[in-house]
């Protein structure tokens, strides 16, 4: 067990890569604070895992009000008496032209994906200072290495929260508290519903999507949560300021060549 006994904050557990994350530490040894804003949902998460062996509980928060965050904090060190991991997984994807993004949807962007992380680290820090230790986990995007049309205020908030990232590991790497980022590409969550629901034509879609993605799949909750385990865990003990891409090798690909991708794909 990769993180057993470790004390785990998650955000925005109650649906996705965050569901993902929140069971699979669980399942590592993790006793995981599941941390969302619809109580119904997230305390039906926490049940769940518990169901199956695991230590969860359940904090109601919206982790862009900084009453909520700090309540969080608190409960957490109450019950269990530290905390030794944070996954700022919580965020709002967004996709609208720039010409009629409003200021009200650049603060919604920016108040969960970017300054959400900032307050719930700002809440954990004097802990990880208390403990000497401390990992936290930011679940940004391979928005981060290059950009998309149409999301300007997602793209900006995730920078930001790479630039947090950075800065952190920087500032408190001499205290061993690590700060890192996991990026992941295009996962088999809504996001991919929406995606393939909206299709004209499925065959087009699916050859568009798997001309950008060379591994020709989407990534899974499970293989996003595994790599948010390595990150946590002791075994990335020398890892703090990275982005973690995982992405099936979108961001490494400069341009598709359809004729060797097919034959790749018959070699499979
Ligand atoms: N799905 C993908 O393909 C993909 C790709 C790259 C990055 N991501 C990132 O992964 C994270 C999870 O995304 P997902 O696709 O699982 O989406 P999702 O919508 O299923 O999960 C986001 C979760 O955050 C919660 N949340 C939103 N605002 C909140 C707030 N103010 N306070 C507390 N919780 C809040 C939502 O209720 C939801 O449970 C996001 O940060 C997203 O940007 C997702």
């Given at each position: 067990?990769?993180?057993?006994?470790?004390?785990?904050?998650?955000?925005?557990?109650?649906?996705?890569?965050?569901l993902?994350?929140?069971?699979?530490?669980?399942e590592?040894?993790?006793?995981?604070?599941?941390?969302?804003?619809?109580?119904?949902e997230?305390e039906?998460?926490?049940?769940?895992?518990?169901?199956?062996?695991?230590?969860?509980?359940?904090?109601?928060?919206?982790?862009?009000?900084?009453?909520?965050?700090?309540?969080?904090?608190?409960?957490?060190?109450?019950?269990?008496g530290?905390?030794?991991?944070?996954?700022?997984?919580?965020?709002v994807?967004?996709?609208?032209?720039?010409?009629?993004?409003?200021a009200?949807?650049?603060?919604?962007?920016?108040?969960?994906?970017?300054?959400?992380?900032?307050?719930?680290?700002?809440?954990?820090?004097?802990?990880?200072?208390?403990?000497?230790?401390?990992?936290?986990?930011?679940?940004?995007?391979?928005?981060?290495?290059a950009?998309?049309?149409?999301?300007?205020?997602?793209?900006?908030?995730?920078?930001?929260m790479?630039?947090l990232?950075?800065?952190?590991a920087v500032?408190?790497?001499?205290?061993?508290?690590r700060?890192?980022c996991?990026?992941?590409?295009?996962?088999?969550?809504?996001?991919w519903?929406d995606?393939?629901?909206?299709?004209?034509?499925?065959?087009?879609?699916?050859?568009?999507?798997?001309?950008?993605?060379?591994?020709?799949?989407?990534?899974?909750?499970?293989?996003?949560?595994?790599?948010?385990?390595?990150?946590?865990?002791?075994?990335a003990?020398y890892?703090?300021?990275?982005?973690l891409?995982?992405?099936?090798?979108?961001?490494?690909?400069?341009?598709?060549?359809?004729?060797y991708?097919?034959?790749?794909?018959q070699r499979?």
């Open positions: 067990m990769r993180l057993k006994d470790k004390v785990a904050i998650v955000t925005g557990t109650s649906s996705g890569i965050g993902g994350i929140a069971e699979v530490f669980a590592e040894g993790a006793k995981v604070v599941c941390v969302a804003r619809r109580e119904k997230g039906a998460v926490a049940e769940s895992i518990r169901g199956k062996g695991g230590s969860a509980v359940f904090v109601t928060c919206d982790v862009s009000v900084e009453e909520q965050v700090e309540e969080l904090a608190r409960r957490t060190i109450d019950d269990f530290r905390i030794d991991v944070l996954v700022n997984n919580a965020g994807n967004f996709v609208k032209a720039f010409e009629e993004v409003t009200e949807d650049w603060d919604r962007v920016i108040g969960v994906d970017l300054r959400g992380t900032f307050l719930c680290t700002k809440a954990c820090i004097g802990q990880f200072l208390k403990q000497g230790s401390g990992s936290v986990v930011n679940i940004a995007t391979v928005h981060t290495m950009c998309m049309a149409g999301a300007a205020p997602y793209d900006a908030a995730k920078w930001g790479v630039g990232t950075k800065s952190l500032e408190y790497a001499a205290r061993d508290i700060f890192n996991l990026s992941p590409g295009l996962i088999d969550t809504q996001i519903d995606i393939r629901n909206g299709a004209e034509d499925m065959d087009t879609c699916l050859a568009h999507w798997w001309s950008n993605i060379p591994m020709g799949r989407v990534g899974t909750i499970r293989e996003i949560a595994q790599a948010a385990v390595f990150l946590a865990s002791d075994e003990a890892i703090t300021g990275a982005n891409l995982a992405d099936g090798g979108m961001t490494s690909q400069l341009i598709s060549t359809p004729s991708a097919s034959k790749a794909q499979k």
